[in-house]
């Protein structure tokens, strides 16, 4: 199912805001989530729409975010919100950037409805995360967190972000000499919470083959829909692979992921799910270095 929503996702024409192919992804999506059985995060629809100008024409545009609920056992505890945006950065397939992360979190979504969680856990695509609203008051997932989430306190928040392609430096004898670097997978903001350094270092314990690099967000910068929460002082990770050699690219085509990998990093991912279950996340916001990574 993650290679079938990636594929079905990964629109020739790509999903820019304001053309066709945002719709159509936008009504896949939206059957996908009824179909895995997700609680509308408001009211009896999915769809969070929303209206901003163009930062550069002035054009008034809409924006469509989308959200559901899978329903915890325990409501007293603090929900867990996984992530990704959906809109493509150009008028191409697009598949790293981000179908195959949004695929994951579907399938995940699936999982998790099998299983019961405690948790409750939030389901979010977001639009509008490429230039030019990237950081700007109209990308999705400010304005989710900005509409729908200020008086809410998530245990954490998981956004995934380029997390099908494999790892390369760009320098072919380090590529070659390193085994097993395609699969390396870089994971921000385990500083963001005592319990979380823990969680990301015990979880990974149980992956082989995928090469987890846990680092400090403010090495990197915000790159992501992360961004929001993480100015709010919500507890978050941010899993990613970073910009590949066709990222923003027509060649980013589903050829070019390797669903071997994601499956492991929806492995991984399930794997901190189930350990944040437990995890008294609510407290111990202050910020650790996690320094033995």
């Known amino acids: 199912m993650i290679k079938q929503d990636t594929e079905k996702l990964s629109l020739s024409h790509g999903r820019r805001v304001g053309q066709p192919g945002h719709e159509t992804a936008l009504r896949y999506l939206q059957k996908r989530m009824e179909e895995a059985g997700l609680k509308p995060f408001r009211r009896n ?4 729409p929303y ?11 809409n924006f469509t975010n989308l959200a559901g609920v899978i329903e915890g056992t325990d409501s007293t505890t603090l929900p867990v919100l996984i992530g990704a945006h959906y809109d493509s950065a150009i008028d191409g397939p697009c598949s790293d950037d981000n179908a195959a992360s949004v695929a994951l979190i579907l399938n995940t979504a699936e999982i998790l409805m099998g299983k019961t969680p ?3 856990v939030v389901v979010a695509f977001f639009d509008a995360e490429e230039n030019p609203y990237f950081l700007t008051e109209n990308m999705g997932s400010v304005r989710f967190y900005e509409d729908h989430c ?3 306190d998530f245990a954490c928040v998981i956004i995934l972000d380029m997390i099908g392609h494999n790892f390369q430096t760009g320098i072919l004898p380090v590529d070659l000499l ?6 390396l997978l870089f994971i921000l903001g385990s500083e963001s919470h005592r319990e979380l350094p823990d969680i990301v270092e015990h979880a990974s314990s149980e ?4 090469r987890i690099i846990p680092t400090m967000n403010r090495y990197i910068g915000d790159r992501s829909d992360h961004h929001a929460f993480r100015k709010a002082g919500q507890p978050y990770l941010f899993l990613s692979k970073g910009r590949g050699k066709h990222s923003h690219k027509p060649e980013d085509t589903v050829d070019w992921i390797n669903f071997s990998g994601v499956k492991r990093v929806q492995d991984f991912l399930l794997e901190i799910l ?10 111990g ?9």
């Open 118 to 120: 405690r948790r409750n």
């Open 150 to 152: 200020r008086k809410t």
């Open 178 to 183: 390193i085994p097993g670097i395609g699969e």
């Open 45 to 48: 629809e999915y769809a969070l």
């Open 285 to 293: 916001r202050d910020a650790v270095n996690p320094s033995r990574f």
């Open 274 to 283: 189930k350990r944040l279950e437990e995890a008294p996340m609510h407290n």
């Open 51 to 61: 209206s901003g100008f163009h930062p550069e024409s002035g054009r008034m545009l």
């Open 207 to 210: 992956i082989e083959k995928l």
